[in-house]
T-cell receptor, first 113, second 113 residues
Framework: GNSVTQMEGPVTLSEEAFLTINCTYTATGYPSLFWYVQYPGEGLQLLLK?????DKGSNKGFEATYRKETTSFHLEKGSVQVSDSAVYFC????????????FGKGTRLHILP | NAGVTQTPKFQVLKTGQSMTLQCAQD?????MYWYRQDPGMGLRLIYYSASEGTTDKGEVPNGYNVSRLNKREFSLRLESAAPSQTSVYFC????????????FGPGTRLTVL
């Protein structure tokens, strides 16, 4: 079946460090891929997305590239800030099928000043 | 646009009590979803509705019922609450288009004593 696997947290980094959160997926076909972010006490919100192979999504300094050959969508940021502390979810979606979105379990990120 | 709204924000129930969580979206989206979020479990889909008049079970439907009242509203009902239903509940919606993002409400924090 379709699934998303992301690295377990928590991930703790110092401010200005380089961030990578790994995400790999298993899917039959070519889904759209997403990263969502959840700040404390809030719902999830879209951070970035990519709808086809080799697309790069980017937003707020974060980037992720849809790699079909490695079935991956790793999230990166060159220099993290304390305000990036949140939980990050990788997800995939097939809109033309049953329209469900499959989420990874989430990775909690702590940035130390 | 208010996006996705949920009521109430917080609720405490006793075992065996019933309640309905309300959700509404003003984006004219076709698909709506109910998730629960528990520590270490990520998001789990309870029920979803791909269009007005249809509902389908998700990953964890037992103990819940839903109603897609109209295109805007999708309610979640707990007929006889149990402590295992203590969780944070999120409603979400999508337009149903390929690559379209999912929009989340702010969540309802439910405690069952």
């Amino acid at each position: 079946g379709n699934s998303v696997t992301q690295m377990e947290g928590p991930v703790t980094l110092s401010e200005e460090a380089f961030l990578t959160i790994n995400c790999t997926y298993t899917a039959t076909g070519y889904p759209s891929l997403f990263w969502y972010v959840q700040y404390p006490g809030e719902g999830l919100q879209l951070l970035l997305k990519a709808t086809k192979a080799d697309d790069k999504g980017s937003n707020k300094g974060f980037e992720a590239t849809y790699r079909k050959e490695t079935t991956s969508f790793h999230l990166e940021k060159g220099s993290v800030q304390v305000s990036d502390s949140a939980v990050y979810f990788c997800a995939l979606r097939f809109a033309e099928r049953d329209d469900k979105i499959i989420f990874g379990k989430g990775t909690r990120l702590h940035i130390l000043p | 646009n208010a996006g996705v709204t949920q009521t109430p924000k917080f609720q405490v129930l006793k075992t065996g009590q019933s309640m309905t969580l309300q959700c509404a979206q003003d984006m004219n989206h076709n698909s709506m979803y109910w998730y629960r979020q528990d520590p270490g479990m990520g998001l789990r889909l309870i029920y979803y509705s791909a269009s007005e008049g249809t509902t389908d079970k998700g990953e964890v439907p037992n103990g819940y019922n839903v109603s897609r009242l109209n295109k805007r509203e999708f309610s979640l009902r707990l007929e006889s609450a149990a402590p295992s239903q203590t969780s944070v509940y999120f409603c979400a919606s999508t337009a149903g288009l390929a690559g379209g993002e999912q929009f989340f409400g702010p969540g309802t924090r439910l405690t069952v004593l």
